[in-house]
């Protein structure tokens, strides 16, 4: 949003949740709460100062705090981005918007058996069409969206846990996804990258039932012609945007690297890139997706 303010020792971060009805705002915030944050679901906007400043005297300002805001709370954007810039000094804030296809969506609201808080007595998809243009705005400025449409339970305490369970909040996370095309593109990476231009080590008999995390598969797929070209440029371009998304305060980055199945080239070039961004100084961390899937 660009309004995070440098924190020092002695202040806890501020996690700001918000996003679709039934795209895991719950699941998130009693992640946050097992990770050690004081949460309040269901946040008024203009209360955000007050709740800080309430956990500030009785905790501590280094006890962080999680927020969750929905469109219950009225008048929703306006009172959030004010709440943000002028309320939490002292304090790293991000915001988080949880996300989802219409289709996940309504699947997830009817089993719940619970309206939308828009539907107004109509159709349980005009509600959720409502909200849409409600958070539009919103879901662009955030710092880290997350696309829950294919992400089980676990899978997005994992994202979550991930993003927020450390200390070192002011250095960018990066996480680079290796994943199958023939599975589909991860929706909500900022970069992809095609590695189907290498050769393929599910041709080689004895590196076929191997993945890219084993040595072999790896030294093999690194020594093909482009390989490490392809790893020499693609990095230091990494490092260029993240130190932009640092200045405009955002501290996530997502880098979706494909092969055909997300077994062999993808999951290599995933580690091989993450070891290398680490390296450069930044919270890095390779994820296979696919791995497994055949």
């Not at 699941?27 to 269901?42: H, P, Q, R, S, W």
């Not at 943000?84 to 609201?109: K, Y």
């Not at 309206?115 to 849409?132: A, F, K, M, N, V």
């Amino acid at each position: 949003m660009g309004t995070m303010t440098p924190m020092d020792d002695t202040h806890g971060q501020l996690v700001v949740i918000t996003g679709m009805t039934g795209a895991g705002r719950s699941t998130a915030a009693k992640e946050l709460e097992d990770l050690g944050f004081f949460v309040v679901d269901n946040l008024p906007p203009s209360l955000l100062p007050e709740v800080v400043r309430l956990v500030d005297e009785s905790h501590g300002p280094a006890q962080p705090v999680a927020v969750v805001v929905d469109v219950r709370s009225g008048s929703f954007f306006q009172g959030l981005r004010s709440a943000i810039a002028h309320g939490v000094s002292g304090r790293t804030t991000s915001l988080v918007f949880l996300d989802a296809t219409d289709e996940v969506l309504v699947r997830r609201q009817e089993a719940a058996r619970r309206p939308h808080p828009l539907q107004q007595g109509g159709r349980l998809i005009d509600g959720l069409q409502r909200e849409r243009v409600v958070l539009g705005d919103l879901r662009a400025e955030a710092d880290l969206v997350i696309d829950t449409s294919a992400l089980n339970v676990h899978q997005l305490t994992d994202r979550i846990a991930e993003s927020f369970g450390t200390t070192e909040t002011t250095r960018l996370r990066v996480s680079v996804i290796s994943f199958g095309f023939k599975y589909g593109i991860p929706v909500d990476a900022d970069h992809v990258a095609d590695m189907r231009f290498l050769p393929n080590p599910h041709w080689v008999p004895e590196l076929r039932p191997r993945t890219g995390q084993d040595p072999e598969v790896s030294a093999y797929v690194l020594g093909r012609p482009g390989a490490e070209e392809f790893v020499d440029a693609y990095v230091p371009l990494l490092t260029g945007v993240a130190e932009g998304y640092l200045r405009e305060g955002k501290r996530f980055m997502r880098v979706a690297i494909g092969c055909t199945g997300g077994k062999h080239r993808s999951v290599a070039m995933s580690e091989e890139i993450a070891r290398r961004m680490g390296e450069q100084g930044y919270v890095a961390r390779a994820i296979h997706r696919d791995l497994g899937r055949e």
